[in-house]
């Protein structure tokens, strides 16, 4: 599967954007999905997570709250809705893909920079 991401940008502090991640060339049902993010000069971190049908997505605690992660399976496309953004969410945002019952994130999209502005 191929991975795109958009929909990043600048925004001010509090303010709200919506990532996509569109995926092409093998039924995006048979992965679960998830978005990532690096920060300037840190590492890559986990943010959010979503199983193949969309269901029981998982958080990590910074973003808890603020973000929402979904996806619309007949559209091959995830989204992470986040809301309230801080200086802290600055980073590129990653979208991954793990094929059912591989046990990692084989498949990776190129990246969408989120800077938001104090």
């Known amino acids: 599967v191929q991975l795109q991401a958009s929909g990043g940008g600048l925004v001010q502090a509090g303010g709200s954007l919506r990532l996509s991640c569109k995926a092409s060339?093998?039924?995006?049902?048979?992965?679960?999905s998830a978005w990532f993010r690096r920060a300037p000069g840190k590492e890559r971190e986990f943010v959010a997570r979503?199983?193949?049908?969309?269901?029981?997505?998982s958080y990590s605690e910074s973003v808890k709250g603020r973000f929402t992660i979904s996806r619309d399976n007949a559209k091959n496309t995830m989204y992470l809705q986040m809301n309230s953004l801080t200086p802290d969410d600055t980073a590129v945002y990653y979208c991954a893909a793990q094929l059912i019952g591989a046990g990692y994130y084989g498949y990776w999209g190129q990246g969408t920079l989120v800077t938001v502005s104090s």
């Open positions: 060339g093998h039924a995006f049902r048979s992965y679960t």
């Open positions: 979503v199983n193949s049908g969309g269901f029981a997505p």
